[in-house]
């Protein structure tokens, strides 16, 4: 007795059912349709069609495999991603039309890979637009400007030590001249017993361009190297030259640390004792001190004039951009010495005609016997010639340079925190040596013009 399932249907018999499953193909039926059919077909054993083979089956899963792929780049070519990142109607139905048109999660499009996370996501995003530096106008360009720069930028062979001054320096943490000459000797110190020359080379002809130069051009590029600096490296490059190429290198290490903490203390700490003591003479009972802003040659000064036993008083101009003089007239008060505090230089003229001398620090003095100080240096220089009240520049030889400037462009840096595009602000100004009338070193004190005498009589130390 058959089956139902083997009964063949009313008009069709039961022999010719799979070959008019092969052979017609409704008109308009897609390729997927009929995949669909045929694994249907090949599930229902008795349907009567011929089980394929294992070949047969993966050359089908191939074909089905690449079918899928072409419908998912007609539907991409076909509907772009909309606003809200889904696709159109088309796309859907064309997948299948299981879904709603546009609405990927109920079915309404199968996109694999990155094109369903495109979609999924939406709008894709903005890129980051990197912050503009302060655009220069190209006749300061040559104008330095201090700038952070990682570690990581760093070259490998800069030493930590360096690589943490560097840091301070840029961040204006240390900021005068003679301090960062002396720290900077100081960490050139820890490199020095930190270096081991590689076989095959000698110390004084490797350790420069392959140890120091790399410091010292990672210092360069956090902040603009002042002439103190300058003068310093030349000296110590010359030193390293002069070493035997024979000494080994502890002993040559031993001589180059010594020297080093003898020019600390004969260019720097002597020298410094010697200029407060001179500075201190020059001023007389009664007399009327006006100085700017903050330096510590200039405060230490006037506490030995006060400490001498002298009786003046003192006129303190503030830098209106950092209020470093804040600290330095309460000190100055402390000791006992009277202090009148002004923020800015708005009534400097009648500052001035209160004052008998003026005390100017020097962060450089150039060749032609101009001073290169703190910004605003030269207005008060200026102003006070014009009402004959001296000017005393202070300052260590170890600042002095061959250099030559008239104005403030030829040397600058620029302020990096008050740097826009409509305008910068430049850190020191240049005061010509007419409204100079006294220079006081270490060597005792004398006229701007004498600074080439001065050079000079140094080169034959």
Not at 161 to 167: D, I, K, N, Y
Request: some cysteine; proline content about 5%; glycine content about 6%.
């Amino acid at each position: 007795m058959a089956t139902e399932g083997d009964q063949p249907g009313p008009s069709t018999p039961a022999g010719d059912t799979a070959a008019a499953k092969k052979d017609k193909k409704p008109q308009g039926q897609t390729q997927t349709q009929t995949q669909q059919k045929n694994q249907a077909a090949q599930a229902d054993p008795g349907s009567g069609e011929k089980k394929l083979s294992n070949a047969e089956l993966k050359k089908k899963k191939q074909e089905e495999k690449a079918a899928r792929r072409a419908q998912a780049k007609t539907v991409q070519v076909a509907q772009p991603v909309g606003p809200s990142g889904a696709r159109g109607a088309s796309g859907d139905a064309t997948a299948g039309g299981k879904g709603k048109a546009g609405n990927p999660r109920q079915g309404g499009l199968l996109v694999t890979g990155g094109h369903h996370r495109s979609a999924s996501k939406g709008v894709l995003p903005q890129p980051v637009k990197e912050p503009t530096k302060p655009k220069i106008p190209e006749c300061f360009s040559h104008l330095s400007m201090a700038r952070r720069i990682t570690m990581t930028q760093a070259d490998k062979d800069v030493n930590p030590v360096v690589l943490a001054l560097g840091q301070q320096m840029s961040s204006f943490a240390i900021s005068d001249s003679t301090t960062r000459l002396e720290t900077t000797l100081l960490a050139f110190k820890k490199v020095i017993d930190a270096y081991t020359t590689p076989h095959g080379n000698t110390f004084s002809r490797h350790f420069t361009s392959h140890v120091l130069n790399p410091q010292i051009e990672y210092l360069t590029a956090c902040r603009p190297m002042c002439f103190s600096m300058g003068n310093a490296i030349r000296w110590l490059k010359l030193q390293i030259s002069k070493i035997d190429i024979d000494l080994p290198d502890a002993s040559a290490k031993k001589i180059l640390c010594q020297s080093i903490d003898n020019f600390i203390h004969e260019r720097i700490v002597l020298a410094n004792l010697v200029i407060v003591n001179t500075a201190a003479s020059l001023i007389n009972d009664d007399e009327v001190v006006l100085t700017y802003a903050h330096h510590k040659l200039v405060e230490r000064s006037l506490l030995q004039a006060k400490s001498d036993g002298k009786r003046f008083k003192v006129i303190l101009i503030d830098d209106p951009f950092e209020r470093v003089g804040i600290e330095h007239a309460k000190k100055l008060a402390a000791a006992g010495i009277p202090v009148t505090y002004a923020s800015d230089l708005g009534a400097l003229k009648t500052n001035l005609q209160e004052a008998t001398i003026v005390f100017a620090a020097a962060e450089a003095m150039f060749s032609n016997g101009s001073m290169y100080a703190r910004a605003g240096t030269c207005d008060i220089a200026t102003v006070a010639t014009d009402l004959g009240v001296r000017v005393v520049a202070i300052s260590e030889t170890i600042n002095f340079t061959e250099r030559v400037s008239i104005d403030s462009l030829t040397y600058n840096e620029i302020d990096p925190g008050r740097s826009t595009d409509e305008g910068f602000r430049l850190l020191f100004d240049t005061t010509r040596d007419k409204f100079i009338s006294v220079v006081v070193t270490e060597l005792g004190d004398s006229s701007a013009m004498s600074v080439p005498a001065i050079l000079r009589k140094l080169e034959e130390l």
